[in-house]
């Protein structure tokens, strides 16, 4: 069993290092909103740089969308959102404490009482008002999911891709829940983004794609460097599926919390394009460009949490070891993923030329890595520093380097270093991060 790192540790790590921060927090914070800091951005960047490559670039049956957050509410209505999207609440009648009843059981669980209101339903869905007037012809919602925006451009992108059946829609974007209990840390929160892909096969091909689906994504997990010991899925017992899907399988994470979802891969036969046909009047069917049959194809929907994933990613990769009687803090993030790929760090901040060649190098290394250049400590403080953000390499100059013309490179996940010519560093460095996995 891997050992399982205590979120305080990554918390502490995330907001001493600039990863994660907790928003408006100079006014106290807000419950359960964040803000990624210089280091996290990188990170979630490269994340969602890493999926869109995976499930669109690579593939020739996929076509990308960045929706808009804000929709006609008649959106809400054909996928079901206004009616049932709600989390039925219970009140303590003796503490007063709100909570969801399928959390509680039988028993408050902050005063032991078993005396409870009935349950009533409350929408998660954030609503607002367009326009200047807060009337009921304005009410809007803030998007709980992504999806719908995909649905209601099928027959766009239909129209002008040409694309034939199988082929899916990708996007990446920020998503509302206006969640009762939300926390551990980024894991469950208010405003969230979302990784999707609307898959479309013809219904007597949809059993097969799922599988293939929940087979490709607990992939890239695997691929991107999380433990394989840390990741599992579970399949959906019948009475947690929603009526109309098909079946549903998550990949979970065995976060420090205990197990969570990362992303959920569902079936979803052919409602939503069915119900989007109904509430809006438009044919949503496809027609067979051979046979010309019409049918409502069924969807297959891997969908995944960003920041989530960020933080299985960042639980991963955190190690604690010792290094001649102290501890080295490192996060052995995939190269790809890493926020800083390579630090130049001079070995002496007082002579001039170690600088000067040392901000040269970083000022070519940027063009095509991602690089930073630090001389406010001793190297050995210098090395931990990049360690603990992950930081795939550092290069070392110093009063050698001057003569020799070379330079000193440090594998983070090894400390080994090697001597590289300053001309062929450029090279030496991209091809390392050249290929994929
Ligand atoms: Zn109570």
Known sequence: MALIVDMDKIVSLCKRRGFIFQSSEIYGGLGSAWDYGPLGVELKRNLKQAWWKSVVHERDDMLGLDASILMHPNTWK???????????????????????????????????????????????????????????????????????????????CVDTSRKRLPFGIAQVGKSFRNEVTPGNFTFRTREFEQMEVEYFTRPDQAEQSHQKWIEDRFDWYLNLGLKKENLRRRVHADDELAHYAKGCTDIEYHFPFGWSELEGIANRAD????????????????????????????????????????????????????????TRVVLRLHKNLVPTQVAVLPLLKKNHEIVALAKNLRRDLQKSLTCVYDDTAAIGKLYRRQDEV???????????????????????????????????????LTEKFSNDF
């Open 271 to 326: 409602y939503d394009l069915q119900q989007h046909s109904k509430v809006s009047g438009k044919d949503l069917r496809y027609q067979d460009p051979v046979s010309q049959e019409k049918f409502f194809p069924y969807v297959i929907e891997p969908s995944g949490g960003v920041d989530r994933a960020a933080l299985a990613f960042l639980v991963d990769a955190y190690h604690e070891e010792d290094v001649e009687g102290s």
């Open 78 to 156: 054909a996928s079901g959102h206004t009616e049932n999207f709600s989390d039925v609440l219970v009140d303590c009648k003796k503490c007063k404490k709100r909570f969801r009843q399928d959390h509680v059981g039988k028993t408050c669980p902050e005063c032991g009482s078993k005396d409870f209101t009935e349950g009533r339903p409350f929408n998660l869905m954030l609503k607002t008002y367009l326009g200047a007037v807060e009337d009921e012809s304005s009410i809007t919602y803030l998007r709980p999911e992504t999806a719908q925006g995909i649905f209601v451009n099928f027959q766009n």
């Open 390 to 428: 992950g930081t795939f390499f550092c290069v070392t100059v110093d009063v050698q380097s001057l003569e020799d013309k070379q330079v000193t490179v440090r594998s983070r996940d090894t400390m080994k270093q090697e001597r590289v010519s300053v001309d062929r560093l450029k090279d030496y």
